[in-house]
């Protein structure tokens, strides 16, 4: 059994075969499913100049999702502040909020949300990468724009995206709930859960440390069909692993006979390991293990698979077998 939230990640793969425009129209069709399966909350990702990942801002699908829904709370998983003005998210978010009352939480990331340098510096008008302290400048400057200059009510629900202990320590300096990036670099997870917990300072926006946990999940009726399913990610994180960043999100048939070396074999079946494939016992013990090992109050699945029916009924399985909130 898994006790607490369940919740999930878009991340917008785009599928080879397909174009942009199929996937933006998936989007919509999920977040009615997530509703319709009773799960918590639906974030999107920020992603820039990838073939197999689109380019779709979270504030725009945020809007779109919560006009085609009507309970479950979306928002941003996260956008990335070192792209955006603050005032600007601030105003964006804070008007979803006023629109859609206790449904959006603004989940705030420091990455660019792209390989390509060039792509980078676009994004931020020629600047380079944002600093430590340009960062929480930065993050901090949304809250307060949230709170002095947009005042619309009802204010977004803050999250800071964090995959390292830097990230951590920023959460808990400013009090904010973490979402921890398991699912990237789940060999950081215990020490950014050990330095956010000691570190927190309670604040306006929470009042004791809070943790959500983003696990990569691909459940399926057999182990064979899940790994099956999770091949195409598994194409695309082997060229991340060699600092290729065009590749793009291939078919299960053309995954099973990519040919992975010994070393790649290796790495994505320890990064499998710490996430949660398989039937959906193996599965369901294993994020009720992830909770247990992590003292998490909610836990994100992202399910990066070739086909939205595919991916909809892992959650399916996820949600009948784990016996979540």
Known sequence: MVGIPLSALEVAMVQTGTKAVDTLRDTTAFAQEMERLGYHRLWYAEHHHSPAIG????????????????????????????????????????????????????GIGRGPGTF??????????????????????????????????????????????????????LAAELGLPVAVAHHIRPDNTRAVLEGYRAAFTPSRWCERPRVLLCVETVCAETEEEAQWRGG????????????????????????AVHPFTEEERQGLAGFRAQQAVGTPKAVADRLAQLADETGADELMLTTPVYDLRDRVRSYELVKEYTGAQ
């Open 55 to 106: 380019a779709f801002p979270p504030v725009v699908l945020t809007a779109h999702g919560a006009a085609s829904t009507s309970a479950i709370r979306l928002g941003s998983g996260g956008v990335l502040a070192p792209n955006h003005a603050p005032i600007t998210v601030a105003e964006q978010f804070g008007t979803l909020a006023a629109l859609h009352p206790d449904r959006i939480d603004v």
């Open 232 to 255: 195409p990610m598994n194409v695309v994180k082997a060229g991340l692993l060699k600092g290729l960043s065009d590749i793009p999100f291939p078919t299960p048939a053309e995954a």
């Open 116 to 169: 390509d340098e060039a792509t980078a510096r676009a994004l931020r008008r020629g600047a380079g990468p944002a600093t430590d302290a340009e960062y929480r400048d930065d993050v901090a400057a949304i809250l307060s724009f949230l709170v002095d200059e947009v005042a619309l009510g009802a204010l977004p629900e803050p999250w800071l995206l964090a995959s390292s202990t830097a990230g951590a320590a």
